[in-house]
Each structure stands twice: as C-alpha cells, then as structure tokens.
C-alpha cells in the first residue's frame, strides 16, 4: 500500500500569512481536522488544526490576525511513495498524530492529501463485513483453500498476522488437544507461556490465540527479545519522554508496550530477556502500567501478553538468568508444543500441505511422495521439527522432476545410500550451492533460506569462489 493510493486528498492550503479568518472559512468548508501551512515555494511546513483554531479563539487572539505561530510545526508526515505493509502499521503511526490525520507530500514536499483514522475505520468495517459473508457461505466447494489464502492475506494487512487456528496442521491427539486449548486461552487476557523447542509452531500458536480473540482487529506486536541490542531495549520496549537521552527525539516515543495497548504483545525467545527488564516487565504485568524512560508519570495500559522460549525456564531460574517470580506471572496458561518426533502421526498430513504449498508458489505440479520417501521421513527424527520438514519439502519440489517426489529429490541421499563418496567438504558444499542456485533460477534469497544460511554468507561463499556473478 503506498501512502498516495489512500489519502483523501486535499487542494487546499494555508500560509503563514493566511489571517484565522481564513482558516476558519477553510475548516468549515472541510471535514479534515486541520489544513496544511505551506511556504512560499508550497513546501508543507505545518498544519494549522482545529485545536489550534479552539486555542486561538480561547487565548483572545483577533480573528484577523495571522497564523503565523498559531499552528503545529515539526509535523509527522509521509512521502507519496512510503510503503505500508499492513493497516496496523498506519495506525500505530496515526496513534502517534495527535490530530489524527497524516499528511502526505508529493516529491517536492508540496502537500497533496492526508491520510486519516477514517480511512482505518472504513477498511476495517469492510473487512469485517467481508469476514461475516465468508463464515456464513455454506459452500465448502474446492474453492475454500483458495479463500482461506486470501483470508490470511487480508488479515496481514490487519494486523501483521499470517496464522490463524486453521493454520495450525496436525489431528494427532496432542495437536489437537493444544489447539483446543490455544482456543480457550483466547477468550481470555490471561498471560500466555508456548514452551517448545525451534521449528514446532509457537510463533503459530501465538498468532492464532490473537487472532480467535476478541483483540484480532489490533496490531499484533511483535518483540524478539533476543535480537534487541541491550541498550536500545528498554527504549524500544517502555519508550522514551522528550529529550530523556543525547539523540532522543524532541517529542519522545512510545514503546512496544504501548503501541499494543487493547491488543497482544508477543515476547518471543523470552529467555534472552536481560533480568534489569525482567523487572520491568513484571511491574507491567502486576501493576498494568508502564514508565516511559526519562518518564515521571506511569501510564496505564491493557495489554495481553504472550511469550514464548525454547529454553528451560527452570533451569535459567535455576542459574540465576530468569526471574522466578516473573516466570509464575507468564505461565498461568501454558502450552507445550511438542516436538515432530512426538507427534509422527501428522507427518503426511503435514508434507501434502507443505507440497500443495510450495508446487503453487513455484508452478510446479507435484502431487506426492513415494512410499519409501514417506516412510524416510516418518523414521527421521527432525531435530529442526516442522520449519525443517517445510523446507526439505520445498527443496524437494524444486528439485522434482516427475509429479512424484522420490527418495533421492529429499536431499538426504548421503545418508541413505550405503556407499560413501570420499569427495572434499569444500567441494560439496561447492557442488550443493551450485545446485541450489540452478534449482532457484539464480534467486540468491531464496538459495539462502534453502540451505540454511544468511545472504550475506551466502554471498561471501560466492567470492571466495570466484563467482559472485553467477546466474
Ligand atoms: N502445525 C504447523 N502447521 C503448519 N506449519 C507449521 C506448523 N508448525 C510449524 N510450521 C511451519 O514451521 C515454521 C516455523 O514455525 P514457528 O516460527 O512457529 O516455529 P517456532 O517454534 O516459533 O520456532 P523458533 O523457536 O525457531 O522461533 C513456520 O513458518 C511454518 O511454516
Ligand atoms: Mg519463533
């Protein structure tokens, strides 16, 4: 969604020369909260707002004079071409404007419309509505999975979310009795512990309790504790006031925790969470408040927290790196994904969905697997869990030649075959991104998620061959 496509736009502008009187004349005329003051060269460089108008008439300032000084500066305000990947991120912006409207300016800085918290309002009333029709279609044709896609893909534009409970594939015992329970966590705001090691579904889980609860239209906030640098977490999490630290911007900032007041937090990998914010987030949890840094005052927020570790929580109290007491707060419900080698049972199910996935988003037709590469992978004991059959599955459906996926396209066929090839590490792992590459058409994102590696490394390898121009 680029900021031009939704704006309600607007001709009119103000100066700073413009006398109240104008303004006032404008503000009728219009339903938008305020108008933009531009310069000479019609730059944006403030908006004059109705509480601007209501300050003026209160503090006696004559009818006739100028803006000049009446009106907001150092206003927020998007490029034309900004990109929003989803509503929740306009709004989290929109809830930082106190006039409740953004304006957007074209290349030149000239302004060319606002986008506005009506513009939320209307997309989500349509989706709702959209929502309601779908349930109530009785028809269950094959066009069903094809709606559910789009379903997901209206949802991210939502709330940032990919995942609901039907997300979720395994009929095991212990699958479904998790998502029976995930759907009774999500009629309440309890604090919410998924405990699991990688690759088995928490963050699904996460998603899925949000999006069955009464929050779902609000963003789903998402935190990776382990891969916020010490000093900038307690900033990012709690926020800042004005001019708390040296680089601090002028008007403060709202953390984490505030942009998910009324809906979910997701504190991903909690276990890396340093104790000095361990405490923090205590405080909120027992106190339902949150201390901006520099702050003085706490501000009262409601806020569901979920979190989710693949770390033994009991240990890391045990050894002094997590708060006992603030483990207590997080597990009033838990959930314990087990691992794929408890549950063997949803292996087909789970490969025909990976297969159906990946022959759609690479235009391939495969329609399964053969019985002895089925029986492989129900004795494999997949220590990467579910992320690691999905990406077996995918590399084996690019890698497919017929509509069937054999033993050998799994990728495992060192391991499998009796006789051992003597060749260098190097060679192999020459040979391995070579086929890679080819298989993805060259795509270098692509041929990294594949084998497990970042881009960077992957173009690293690249150089040290010689070949980072290849395809
Ligand atoms: N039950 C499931 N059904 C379908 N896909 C699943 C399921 N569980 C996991 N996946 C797949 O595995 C991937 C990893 O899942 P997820 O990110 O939820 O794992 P995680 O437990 O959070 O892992 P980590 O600890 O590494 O963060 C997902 O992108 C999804 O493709
Ligand atoms: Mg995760």
Known sequence: MLAK??????????????????????????????????????????????????DCLLNGVAIDDKLSGHFLMDVIYFKEDMEFSNISEINQWLRKVSIGQTPVVDFKERPIGFITRNFIVSFLL??????????????SSPKTKSANKARHEELYKVNGTKYTIDSIIGNSNVMEELKRLALKAAQTT?????????????????????????????????????????????????????????????????????????????????????????????????????????????????????????????????????????????????????????????????????IREYSEANDKEITGVSSDAMRFLQSYNWPGNIRELGNVIERAVLFCKEKIIRLEDLGFNNSIESGVDICSLSGVEKETIFKTLK?????????????????????????????????
């Open 5 to 54: 496509d939704i704006i309600v736009p607007t001709t009119v502008t103000l100066s700073p020369n413009s006398t109240i009187r104008e303004a006032i004349r404008i503000l009728r005329k219009t339903r938008l909260g305020g108008i933009p003051v531009v310069d000479t060269d019609n730059r944006l460089i403030g908006v004059f707002s109705r509480s601007n108008l209501y």
């Open 126 to 139: 349509e989706y709702i509505e959209k929502h309601y029709k779908d349930n109530n279609a009785k028809d």
């Open 190 to 354: 309890s604090t919410v512990l998924i405990s699991g090691a990688c690759g088995t579904g928490k963050e699904l889980f996460a998603q899925a309790i949000h999006n069955a609860s009464k929050r779902w239209y609000q963003p789903f906030i998402n935190i990776n504790c382990a891969a916020i640098p010490a000093e900038l977490a307690e900033s990012e999490l709690f926020g800042y006031e004005g001019g708390a630290f040296t680089g601090a911007s002028r008007h403060g900032k709202p953390g984490k925790f505030e942009l998910a007041d009324k809906s979910t937090i997701f504190l991903d990998e909690i276990g890396d969470m340093p104790l000095s914010l361990q405490s923090k987030l205590l405080r909120i949890i027992q106190e339902k408040e949150v201390m901006r840094v520099g702050g003085l005052h706490p501000k009262k927020i409601d806020v569901r927290i979920i979190a989710a570790t693949n770390q033994d929580l009991e240990t890391l109290i045990y050894e002094g790196k997590f708060r006992q007491d603030l483990y207590y707060r997080l597990k009033v419900i838990s959930l314990n994904v087990p691992p794929l080698c408890r549950h063997y049972s949803d292996i087909p199910t789970l490969v025909d969905h990976f």
């Open 439 to 471: 298989a993805t058409n060259g795509n270098k994102s692509k041929t990294a998620k594949l084998l497990g590696i970042s881009r960077s490394t992957l173009y690293k390898k690249l150089e040290s061959m010689g070949k980072q121009n290849v395809f």
